[in-house]
């Protein structure tokens, strides 16, 4: 049985909730016909974080890594094309580190690619009505930082991991009623683009 490893961010910048987390949970809720599906919630911590990630891929073994990460503004589910080597924080994190324009690592490459197929998750994203696109940047947050980590080890340590980032918009409970004018998402389209989106990379697999 294949194993995937589902990983969301918790709240951060005053927010009471992550979209990313909320969906991550309603996923762990549901039966996957021939995967393990192991659900990892991290902190919203520039070191704490790929500190924890790494320790469940040593642990887990995984097959598949999908990251998940919200971010509000956006009104598609997207695929991230690639992470890239700076930490450049637009907000502190939740344990107050806000490093501007360092590098990831020093001595490493510019950028990592996705491990996903990116072109085949967008294709069946729309074909199943839920908006979606690929995007070019993951940002400078805990998003992009996890994602350039993660490649990292796979590449360094040559790992048959297939791994990539995806963000999501919020959910409408995040904007409906909090005087909020961006996009949102239901819980439930939410859900079904993640449910495909781990058919087709397991598929791929």
Known sequence: ?????????????????????????????????????????????????????????????????????????????????????VDDFIIPDNTGHQPQGEPINPQGPVGYFSGLPIYRLVQQLRQAGIPAAISDTAGLYLCNRLFYRVMEVIAHQQLPIKAGFIHVPYLHEQVIGHGLNVPSLSRATLVQAMQIVIEVCLADH
């Open 1 to 85: 049985m294949k194993k995937l490893l589902l990983t969301a961010f918790e709240p951060f910048g005053g927010k009471v909730m992550n979209a990313s987390q909320e969906v991550a949970n309603s996923l762990a809720d549901l039966a996957f016909a021939q995967v393990q599906l192991e659900v990892l919630i991290l902190p919203v911590s520039r070191f704490e974080a790929v500190d924890i990630m790494l320790q469940a891929m040593a642990a887990l073994k995984p097959d598949v890594i999908l990251m998940l990460g919200e971010s509000g503004g956006r009104f598609q589910v997207t695929p991230e094309r690639v992470a890239i080597n």
